[in-house]
């Protein structure tokens, strides 16, 4: 493969916000596309990248989370935001991994950059003795879907959103 995926360093995360606002946008699209009626929880400020920027620095810091980047030569296309989350004090299994972000930039998608991103996942969530992983998707999102079957994830819950009225 001659993408390489490694942890990202502090000085990448102003190009991962970049991509994390890519990434929104994106999902923004795709819902909106959908034909159901875009809910305000969905909208994004005029400010975003900023406020990622802040929030991927604070992220990067913490040590139950681990972003990692994908680049073509020096250009950052993708990045994977994984962490590490306590369960519900009454469950058996008291920590979980989970997935809380992947976006690959369209033009490297289905080339295997997020077969690697889950490798480097799996790597280090076995290092922190994690056994379960989580994720969440967009229900319009079915090309995620299909990919995260594949992996071997499968559907547990549904999240609602609605308007108070």
Do not use: C, H
Not at 10 to 21: F, M, N, P, S
Not at 102 to 122: L, P, S, T
Not at 142 to 149: E, F, S, T, V
């Amino acid at each position: 493969m001659r993408y390489k995926i490694m942890p990202a360093k502090l000085k990448d995360i102003k190009e991962v916000a970049k991509l994390a606002e890519m990434f929104e946008k994106e999902q923004f699209k795709t819902i909106k596309k959908s034909k159901k009626s875009v809910l305000k929880i969905e909208e994004t400020t005029k400010n975003i990248q900023k406020i990622l920027e802040q929030d991927l620095r604070k992220i990067y810091k913490r040590t139950n989370s681990k972003i990692f980047i994908a680049k073509d030569k020096d250009e950052i296309i993708g990045y994977f935001w994984i962490s590490i989350r306590n369960n519900a004090r009454f469950a058996k299994v008291k920590k979980f991994g989970r997935l809380n972000f992947a976006f690959i930039k369209k033009q490297y998608r289905g080339k295997g950059i997020f077969n690697e991103f889950m490798k480097e996942a799996i790597k280090w969530f076995k290092k922190k003795k994690i056994k379960i992983m989580t994720l969440q998707t967009k229900e319009e999102n079915k090309k995620a879907q299909k990919i995260y079957l594949k992996k071997g994830f499968v559907p547990t819950s549904i999240e609602m959103t609605g308007e108070v009225r």
